[in-house]
């Protein structure tokens, strides 16, 4: 996946967030980063289970109930 393509998920519920990041994550090839937009919940429910996986995971506050998350391989 691209860096500069940045996908807005925060409409997802949790549920379906981590069912579509763990399709997208499958696609990446070690190196690649995976960044979208995500809520406060949805960060706090999403990352921690990725980065207990292996996965380098970062984000960064955008606005009040926005952050820019960045998960790679």
Known sequence: MDDDAVNDFTELTCTNLMIKLKILLNKLTPGET???VATREQVDNTCAPFSSNGYHVA???DAEN???VRIGK
Request: no cysteine.
């Open 34 to 36: 995976l960044a979208f």
């Open 59 to 61: 984000w960064d506050q």
């Open 66 to 68: 926005r952050y820019l």
